[in-house]
């Protein structure tokens, strides 16, 4: 199937830990984007990379890492865990030229 | 600050009759608006856009509709079935360079479609 695929689905874990979270696309977009979908239903962009390299950081705490390895893949390893970073975390991305951009699963992640 | 609002939580439309989805944006440098369907446990799925350019987009039963001059754009479906029951998310983009493009969404609203 040609699509957005993360995992995790689902993430459960205590205040402190490290945790990562992967997206894989095979479209063959150049964009790939991290979102976050809070408690108050917000989705809000984290981050965007082009190509591999970093074009977006929308003043997420650097507790937050965002790694490429290539541009199929965009993964978001996350540090010392809080309560308030649970929520649910969607990778997207998009081809160029285009506004559309095409959503994974999302990966609920629950910090306890 | 939210760019991207709607202000409707939850609407509920009989099956068959119009359901009318509404958004008002403040960022007038937005030039391209889409809708995104979401069911639950599922990632956002697109539905149908528009460019600032356009006041109008149709698609089978959806069609979007733009005010620029109110800031507002507007989703109907008609007519509305059962399998339209989902979470519908505006979004608004401006611009695309490279990579720099991003969406702000609003906040959703529950669309229930009753037989």
Known sequence: ?112 | DQQVKQNSPSLSVQEGRISILNCDYTNSMFDYFLWYKKYPAEGPTFLISISSIKDKNEDGRFTVFLNKSAKHLSLHIVPSQPGDSAVYFCAASRGIIQGAQKLVFGQGTRLTINP
Not at chain 1, 10 to 38: A, F, P, R
Not at chain 1, 55 to 67: A, D, G, H, L, Y
């Open chain 1, 1 to 112: 199937d040609t699509a957005v695929s993360q995992t995790p689905k689902y993430l459960v874990t205590q205040m402190g830990n490290d945790k990562s979270i992967k997206c894989e696309q095979n479209l063959g977009h150049d964009t790939m984007y991290w979102y976050k979908q809070d408690s108050k239903k917000f989705l809000k962009i984290m981050f965007s990379y082009n190509n591999k390299e970093l074009i977006i950081n929308e003043t997420v705490p650097n507790r937050f890492s965002p790694k490429s390895p290539d541009k199929a893949h965009l993964n978001l390893h996350i540090n010392s865990l809080e309560l308030g970073d649970s929520a649910v975390y969607f990778c997207a991305s998009r081809p160029a030229g285009s506004y559309e951009q095409y959503f994974g699963p999302g990966t609920r992640l629950t910090v306890t």
